[in-house]
């Protein structure tokens, strides 16, 4: 049993563990390691086309997680009075959301969104008031962020709704009992209780969003996004750079889904 | 205190609370007078925490009315009800502070007060629950004791109408819960805030309450000062919820005169106090107080055989067994047992109890 597991994290961990290493080769070939350089760094961040590719990505995460935050959150506080039947098929929809393949996401997202913009974009034109053409809905970071923004949504409620029935009810009705309005017990009890699955919540549908390639793929048009960037240079050969960004965005992420869960596990530690 | 002719502070007319089939409090009527200290007290699920409540406003009564200084608050929300409540486990704000849960109440007002009235109100509240300077404080950082009387100050800052307690004390242990006890009903002299307790525990209820109001299935059975219901008990439920008492059943041969004679098994015959509708042929029971009965090595009485003998410091209890009446508490004072001597476990002797000791009750 214990050789098993050792095996098994050996073989998710090394591959990974390799690419970081030869991230710092001072070689350009990432199959032979010729000594430690981070000149890789170097040539990444000074690139363009990565740091266009960086700046999209991360203003696709940074606005997404935020739409799915404060949707996430406020649904989730308003699964809490829907019960029997309802629920339950809230509860399941949420949980296939989460679990659908990125491939069917992205797949449908895409067909839905040429769909619509097929349907709308003549419509538009036909009514644009303003002289010149009108404006044609595309497929871009608009769309990256919708379809974002909806499955992370997802996340965020099944984060924030398990922190929400972990809460005590006597505080609300505490809070209540000492003159405060539904709104006054909202803001000053509910929100600080569930802050903690908020930002965690927020934190992980940024990395969500920022890692992400299936969906990404299929409804960037012409946005080019980190992961899809990545993806598109391989085909020109791995190069050291590539592990340098992969390296880069793997740190990152570490950094905030770590910090996602500290964050939780204080909140729980908290409320004993 | 209350001299009848000024409104009570709070009444509850018909509250009847159901929720589908189940009826969690059926009919109650009770008035509750300013300055107060009544206890609810019942077992789990005989709907005395359905009647917090309904004064609380966390429940809407299905059918009757609750007043507030005679004037009908059915539909007024719990955050607008001069009415405060110490929850069963506290519910202290945990992300705030010692003080900054005390001066909740107050900044909930509008206009809100100025915050050095707020922090010298703090300042007094935790002085008058003994924690001076625990304002800084986290929650998690207080014992269970503490955190009480912080609940408690966050409660009474607001000078609240009606004080709710919702078995405040189930969570402390026994010593720490006897001068908590002790502490509330200085309080509520002091501050004269009507307290309303809702207990499962019979000695808290009796040792701190004006009144008590006894609860079964969501009815209220009988209200009374602790040495009515002590001395009188409306029925066996109420005798036997009010401190100990021995049963013995038998019918009722004689009523009059204030004074009923029940037959009990063996022929064995006590002579008390009817309560009402007790009539001559009904089958009935006699409630006697261990401390009614005691235990001789004369010939009057019934023969028992000791049992066994539990010491008590002033008192020992000894539970002995009749032939005829089954086992029974008999407590025999310090000062009896100067005359008598102990009784051992195996040792025969009598028991005795003057006439018109006992209570003959309705069996329900």
């Known amino acids: ?272 | 205190m209350a001299d009848g002719t000024e409104t009570p502070i709070a009444e509850l007319r018909a509250a009847t609370k159901r929720y589908g089939a189940v009826v969690a409090a059926r009919s109650l009527d009770l008035s509750i007078r300013r300055g107060e200290f009544l206890s609810f007290l019942g077992p789990s699920g005989c709907g005395k925490t359905t009647a917090l409540r309904m004064l609380a406003g966390f429940e809407v009564p299905t059918e009757g009315e609750i007043l507030l200084d005679g004037q009908r608050v059915n539909d007024l929300p719990p955050h607008r009800r001069p009415v405060n409540m110490v929850f069963q486990h506290y519910a202290l704000f945990p992300h705030l502070s010692v003080a900054d849960n005390i001066a909740y109440g107050l900044r909930q007002r509008r206009p809100r007060p100025p915050a050095a009235e707020v922090d010298s109100a703090v300042a007094k509240a935790l002085e008058t629950v003994r924690l001076p300077g625990f304002g800084p404080r986290r929650i998690w950082e207080m014992s269970g004791g503490q955190q009480q009387r912080v609940a408690l100050a966050r409660a009474i800052i607001n000078e609240p109408k009606l004080l709710l307690l919702d078995e405040p004390m189930a969570a402390l242990d026994k010593k720490l819960r006897h001068d908590m006890q002790i502490e509330l009903q200085t309080l509520q002299r002091t501050l004269g805030i009507t307290f309303i307790l809702v207990t499962h525990d019979q000695e808290e209820a009796l040792s701190m309450s004006d009144r008590i109001c006894i609860m079964r299935d969501g009815q209220i059975v009988q209200v009374g000062s602790p040495r009515d219901l002590y001395d009188r008990p409306k029925n066996r439920y109420v005798a036997d919820f009010v401190g100990k008492s021995n049963f013995f059943e038998g019918t009722v041969r004689a009523v009059e005169g204030g004074s009923a004679r029940l037959d009990c098994a063996g022929g064995i015959r006590v002579v008390g106090r009817p309560s009402e509708g007790v009539a001559t042929g009904q089958a009935a029971i006699a409630s006697l107080r261990p401390e009614q009965i005691s235990l001789t090595r004369g010939e009057d009485g019934i023969p028992v055989t000791v049992v066994n003998r539990i010491f008590l410091g002033e008192h020992t209890e000894y539970l002995v067994r009749n032939p005829d009446l089954g086992q029974f508490l008999v407590l025999s004072s310090r000062q009896a047992e100067a005359g008598e001597g102990n009784f051992e476990p195996g040792e025969t002797g009598r028991a005795r109890w003057r006439d018109g000791a006992a209570l003959i009750l309705k069996n329900d």
């Open chain 1, 1 to 272: 049993m214990r050789t098993y597991a050792i095996a098994v994290y050996l073989f998710l961990y090394i591959p990974i563990g390799v690419i970081a290493i030869f991230s710092f080769n001072a070689g350009r070939h990432a199959a032979q390691f010729q000594g430690f350089s981070t000149q890789w760094y170097g040539k990444a961040l000074s690139n363009p086309f990565v740091m266009e590719a960086l700046q999209t990505s991360a203003t696709v995460a940074t606005v997404s997680a935020a739409l799915a935050t404060v949707a996430g959150t406020l649904a989730a506080l308003a699964l809490q009075g829907v019960t029997g039947r309802p629920r339950i098929i809230f509860d399941a929809l949420i949980y296939v959301a989460v679990m659908v393949p990125g491939i069917v996401i992205g797949i449908s997202t895409l067909i839905a969104l040429v769909t619509l913009f097929d349907f709308l974009n003549p419509v538009l034109s036909a009514l644009w008031p303003l002289a010149g053409a009108a404006p044609k809905l595309n497929l871009g970071t608009g769309t990256l962020i919708a379809a974002h923004g909806l499955f992370a949504m997802a996340l965020v409620v099944i984060i924030v709704r398990a922190r929400v029935s972990g809460m005590d009810r006597s505080l609300i009705e505490a809070s209540a009992d000492l003159g405060a309005t539904p709104w006054g017990t909202f803001r000053q009890v509910t929100l600080p209780q569930i802050a903690p699955a908020i930002l965690a919540g927020f934190l992980l549908s940024f990395t969500f969003s920022f890692d992400d390639f299936i969906i990404a793929f299929f409804v960037a048009g012409s946005e080019t996004t980190l992961p899809i960037y990545v993806f598109s240079s391989i085909r020109r050969g791995v190069t050291p750079e590539i592990n340098a960004i992969g390296t880069m965005v793997l740190a990152a992420s570490l950094v905030v889904l770590i910090a996602a869960q500290a964050i939780l596990q204080r909140g729980r530690r908290r409320e004993t």
